[in-house]
């Protein structure tokens, strides 16, 4: 059964970056599309990225040119440089098995718990 991880989140002053990892584990990654998600207080969760299990990068509005995936073996990361305030939320990872990418939270089957990003001024 995958399970997801997700890590690296922490306060960060505006206009600095981090990195967060989404960790896989009970399953391999392969074959599978995995979305980095975001929550701010609020606000609905919102599609930042998505990587395929046919390796193709989907960039939605929320990510701008700022936030960018990449995956490794069974590892997900979400580079984020010249975070903004508005970058403060709880990120998600999410998974589906499926050659296929979707900006729809309901289209996947397996999240991680989530990792806080605070932005300070």
């Known amino acids: 059964q995958l399970r997801l991880v997700e890590s690296g989140g922490g306060v960060v002053q505006s206009g600095g970056s981090l990195r967060l990892s989404c960790v896989a584990s009970g399953d391999t990654l392969s074959g599978y599309s995995i979305a980095w998600f975001r929550q701010g207080p609020g606000k609905e969760r919102e599609g930042i990225s998505c990587i395929s299990g046919g390796f193709i990068i989907y960039r939605y509005e929320a990510a701008e040119d700022r936030l960018a995936i990449s995956r490794d073996v069974d590892t997900v990361y979400l580079q984020m440089n010249r975070l903004r305030l508005g970058d403060g939320a709880v990120y998600f990872c999410?998974?589906?098995?499926?050659?296929?990418?979707?900006?729809?939270?309901?289209?996947?089957?397996?999240w991680g718990q989530g990792t806080q990003v605070t932005v300070s001024s």
């Open positions: 999410a998974a589906k098995r499926s050659v296929h990418c979707s900006r729809d939270s309901d289209f996947y089957s397996t």
